[in-house]
């Protein structure tokens, strides 16, 4: 149980294209979703945090312009990449808590290339 | 602020070798810590999760580790290593309840040999 479902697992984009990777939960209602950037050979960094019906609450550095993240629904919540660089490329994962104490549930990752 | 520091961002074993990740937190709150595994270009799979009770606490594929308050420690151990078992560990903490966002280390990646 407690599956985050990730789409696209790879995405390859032109510079200046926006690129949408959704996520959602399969089996539980994920009020709060967390999204990750992970460079490569690096560790995860948060860049916002979303909760179902509010606005993202984005890490200090983070563009929210750049980063469109909504969480219309207690099942999906989507992250969209606007106007993508070459530096944008990323492996990008979701991550939900289904229920305090269980832990976290990532997805399988997004891995982005802008060219 | 928490913070995690992962020592040694490569540990080398060999099959059937002691594995021992090194795990120190900060944290100004009792601690909720964790231990992932991850595959090249996958998300992370949970190991094991401290929360409360019991400081030694086993996870799957024969893992465990031990909450050390007094030495801010989560070290991950597992007897005897598989290759299967090489991959990227990462250790983290968050606040509390669990709803609270993770903070990660760096990552260890572990390197198993025949």
């Known amino acids: 149980g407690a599956v985050v479902s990730q789409h696209p697992s790879r995405v390859i984009c032109k510079s200046g294209t926006s690129v949408k990777i959704e996520c959602r939960s399969l089996?539980?209602?994920?009020?709060?979703m967390f999204w990750y950037r992970q460079f490569p050979k690096q560790s995860l960094m948060l860049m916002a945090t979303s909760n179902e019906g509010s606005k993202a609450t984005y890490e200090q550095g983070v563009e929210k312009d750049k980063f469109l993240i909504n969480h219309a629904s207690l099942t999906l919540s989507t992250l969209t990449v606007t106007s993508a660089h070459p530096e944008d490329s990323s492996f990008y994962i979701c991550?939900?808590?289904?229920?305090?104490?269980?832990?976290?549930?990532f997805g399988s990752g997004t891995r982005l290339t802008v060219v | 602020a928490q913070s995690v520091t992962q020592l040694g961002s490569h540990v080398s074993v060999s099959e059937g070798a002691l594995v021992l990740l090194r795990c120190n937190y900060s944290?100004?709150?009792?601690?909720?810590l964790f231990w992932y595994v991850q595959y090249p270009n996958q998300g992370l799979q949970l190991l094991l999760k401290y929360t409360t009770g019991a400081t030694l606490v086993k996870g799957i594929n024969g893992f465990e580790a031990e909450f050390k308050k007094s030495e801010t420690s989560f070290h991950l151990t597992k007897p005897s290593a598989h290759m299967s078992d090489a991959a990227e560990y990462f250790c983290a903490v968050s606040e509390g309840t669990g709803f609270q966002k993770l903070v990660f280390g760096t990552g260890t990646r572990l390197l198993v040999s025949p």
């Open positions: 991550s939900s808590c289904p229920r305090e104490n269980y832990g976290y549930t």
């Open positions: 089996d539980f209602q994920a009020t709060t």
């Open positions: 944290s100004s709150v009792p601690p909720y």
